[in-house]
Nanobody, 124 residues
């Protein structure tokens, strides 16, 4: 069992940066691939970024490539999402997720554990 707690969301202006953190409980964190997803208001949840258990494989949605960076610190049981050059369309509730997903990193249902989400609001 893995419990995930996101933090770092907030209200920022377009062009600003935020760093989201996702702290995981449990000694098996290192075994899991980690993903970030978001759900904009009135829309379905969408993939943002994913990092493999070793950190050796990283993938991003096209909409965030070049602006967002995912990383993990297995010693701290934490995964991060550095978000730069934020845009109003990045406004969403951001969720982190853990699972043994391999190449299916963009598929939400393949993740086993989810955090409660953190709100990111970007004003224009």
């Amino acid at each position: 069992q893995v419990q995930l707690v996101e933090s770092g969301g907030g209200l920022v202006q377009a062009g600003d940066s935020l760093r989201l953190s996702c702290a995981a409980s449990g000694r098996t964190f290192i075994a899991y691939d980690m993903g970030w997803f978001r759900q904009p208001p009135g829309k379905e949840r969408e993939f943002v970024a994913a990092i493999s258990w070793s950190g050796g494989s990283i993938n991003y949605a096209d909409s965030v490539k070049g602006r967002f960076t995912i990383s993990r610190d297995n010693a701290k049981n934490t995964v991060y999402l550095q978000m730069n050059s934020l845009k109003p369309e990045d406004t969403a509730v951001y969720y982190c997720a853990a699972g043994l997903v391999g190449g299916k990193y963009a598929r939400g249902p393949d993740y086993n554990f989810w955090g409660q989400g953190t709100q990111v609001t970007v004003s224009s």
